[in-house]
Structure formats: structure tokens, C-alpha cells
């Protein structure tokens, strides 16, 4: 029994030699960032881009902490603005909406409804194509409330409660409509709604196990209506079915430079991991944000803080490539924030540290 005990370790311990190897060939990708892309009013002005997507005329929404008003804490930092394909500035959407506090993320689902989603008044709303409301989830708390003040982190966390978000931060839909939000920060569980706007159940809970999840931060799905969340906080990628069956976990195990540029903080510990309220936040590998490619083969992009990159994967998580590292000049990123790719070798990039949006053009390798 020992012999075929040591045999059997000595089998993963070659597999898991090999998985290294194998990571460490992941090549970098090439490619170019289009200079002063956007073309912005000169009365208006990006704070952190928090959000960035594309509909299917080719127009770019980008959801900003810009337009900033109020007190240095608790001030409303969220504004949408849309763009031609060329960059060309069209118009603001939803000027001093009642959802606006601080903006997370914008998505556009197949009917070209543009969505938003803020992280501060724990709302998601829909703007129909012409940039009216059409439909609103969550309840922002209410501007008369005496005891108004910034969401607490009990431990334990207190119960979520149906139809109601604490930190909300992204959102994606499947084939029938159905509506999936990252709810987030806080509450750690996935919500789901039908295409009615009606409530349909949710699944998850803070923790680091199967299923379980360190902060939710973004959220994406493919033709199959698998269900691809960024678990942030524990490092890794979960993928689901559209009833919360776990089908699969992914991790980005490319490994990292040697002493990357960090640009704001302390860099991050080796040892830092899951268990703190971060986790592995600032660690190689760890999903901020997340992408899938339209058309028939369909890839996933992931982006991490530290040391800034962008990586491409296939859909079951193997890692094909890898682009970018952080840094204020083109072509480096300060904290990438949302992702959208309209094809698969067209990124458009939200920085947060950098308070702009990058087009990318990919040059990948031809076999």
C-alpha cells in the first residue's frame, strides 16, 4: 500500500510539474493601443472608469466616476456617456439619475439595453436603446433617512434579502433573458431574475469554499449559458450552471515577473491569500474583470490588478496568452475595471488608476 501511495504522489507531483511547465510557455500576445481614441467635450472630463461596453452597432458606453458631486465622502461619482465607433462623443445618458452614487460596471445585452449597475445606491437599471429607464432592481436607500450611513460588514454577515443588493457590482443575462447580478461585495451570492424583471431565487454565501465567494466582482455567460463569475477575493474564476450547479473552477496560474511596477500601495505579499477580507485581491491571477467573444469560438479575457495583465482563455480555462502590464503611459494599465470584447482581437479597457478607456488591437501569434 505505501509503494502504490508513493507511486501515485509521485504521478500528481509529475502532472503538477508538467502544469507549470505548461503555464510557464503561455506566450505573450502582441498588440497595439489606438492613441486618443476617445474623443471627449472639452467641458467634460473621465474620473475612474469603472465600466465599458459595446453594442452591436458598434457604439462604446463608458461608465465613469466623473461628474462628481457632493461632500469629499459619499459623493455622487457616476456618469454614462456613449460614443461612435470612431470615438466620436454622441451624447450622456441619465444626467443626475436618481441611481447614480458610484459607478461598477455597464453591460449591453443582446437587444442593445444598455445596463448599469452602482456599487453605491445597490442599484441595476436598464436604458432601452433610445436612453430612457425601462427597468430598475434593487431600492436605493432612502435621502430622508436619519440613520442613513455606508453599508456595515458585520460578523456574521446579515441575511440577504430577496430583491435587494448590498454592493452591488455586474450583471449578464442567458438565451431566454434571464438576468444574472453579482451581488457583491457584502451579500457574496448571485441573483437571478427571469425576463420579466420577476424574482427568481439566488445561490452562494461569503466563504472560500465550492460555490461560496470573497467578493463577486464580475459576471459573464456564453452561448451554452454557462455562467462565469470572478471571484475575486479567492482567485479564481467559478463557473455555473443557470441554476448555480458549480461545472467548473478556473485559476490563472501564469507566473508573474519579477518585481512588476506597482503603482499605488505596497506590493503585495506572496503570502497573502484567502482568508482576510481582501484575500488574494492584489495576487497574479486574481479576476477584477471579465469578457466573452461574440461568434462561433468564443474566448474568455480576464484582467488582474497586479501585475496588470490581460489574459486570454479558452472556455474550460486554459490559459492561451497573456498582454499588458501596469503603468500610466498606452499600452500599461492602472487597475483594470471592466472589459469588453467585441471580437477577438479588439479589447476595449476601463483603468480605473489611469481614468481612461484603451482600445486595443491584438496581434496573436498564427500557429
Known amino acids: 500500500m505505501i509503494f502504490k501511495s508513493y507511486w501515485v504522489w509521485a504521478a500528481i507531483a509529475l502532472c503538477g510539474s508538467l502544469a507549470v511547465q505548461a503555464q510557464t510557455a503561455v506566450p505573450e500576445i502582441t498588440f497595439d493601443s489606438v492613441p486618443n481614441f476617445l474623443k471627449l467635450p472639452s467641458d467634460i472630463y473621465l474620473g475612474e472608469v469603472a465600466g465599458i461596453a459595446v453594442n452591436s452597432k458598434g457604439h462604446i458606453f463608458v461608465l465613469s466616476r466623473g461628474n462628481t458631486t457632493g461632500p469629499a465622502y459619499g459623493a455622487a461619482a457616476a456618469q454614462l456617456l456613449e460614443f461612435d465607433p470612431q470615438g466620436k462623443f454622441l451624447r450622456e445618458i441619465g444626467h443626475n439619475l436618481y441611481a447614480w452614487a458610484y459607478a461598477h460596471s455597464v453591460r449591453v445585452d443582446a437587444h442593445d439595453n444598455v445596463w448599469i449597475v452602482d456599487k453605491g445606491s445597490d442599484m441595476v437599471v436598464r436604458f432601452d436603446p433610445a436612453g430612457r429607464v425601462d427597468r430598475v432592481f434593487g431600492r436605493k436607500p432612502e435621502a430622508s433617512d436619519e440613520e442613513a450611513h455606508p453599508l456595515a460588514h458585520p460578523k456574521p454577515p446579515l441575511p440577504p434579502m430577496d430583491g435587494l443588493f448590498r454592493q452591488v457590482t455586474d450583471v449578464t443575462w442567458d438565451s431566454d433573458d434571464n438576468v444574472y447580478i453579482s451581488d457583491g461585495y457584502i451579500n457574496s451570492r448571485i441573483a437571478k431574475y427571469d425576463r420579466n424583471g420577476d424574482w427568481v431565487g439566488s445561490w452562494g454565501e461569503p466563504g472560500s469554499g465550492p460555490g461560496q465567494f470573497n467578493t463577486p466582482h464580475s459576471i459573464v455567460s456564453d ?60 495576487r497574479p491571477g486574481a479576476p477584477w474583470a471579465l469578457c466573452i467573444t461574440p461568434g462561433p469560438t468564443q474566448y474568455l479575457y480576464a484582467s488582474d490588478a497586479y501585475p496588470g495583465r490581460i489574459y486570454k482563455l479558452t472556455l474550460d480555462g486554459r490559459v492561451l496568452g497573456w498582454l499588458g502590464s501596469a503603468g500610466r503611459v498606452p499600452g500599461k494599465f492602472g487597475w483594470i475595471h471592466g472589459l469588453s470584447c467585441p471580437s477577438e482581437n479588439e479589447l476595449y479597457v476601463a483603468e480605473l488608476l489611469n481614468w481612461r478607456v484603451q482600445k486595443l488591437r491584438l496581434h496573436p501569434r498564427q500557429p
Open 223 to 282: 452561448h451554452q449559458n454557462r455562467i462565469y463569475v470572478a471571484d475575486r477575493g479567492n482567485r479564481r474564476i467559478q463557473v455555473f450552471d443557470p441554476q448555480g450547479k458549480l461545472l467548473n473552477t478556473i485559476h490563472i496560474d501564469v507566473p508573474a515577473p519579477r518585481n512588476p511596477a506597482v503603482l499605488i500601495g505596497n506590493r503585495p505579499s506572496e503570502e497573502s491569500g484567502v482568508g482576510d477580507a481582501g484575500g488574494a485581491t492584489m
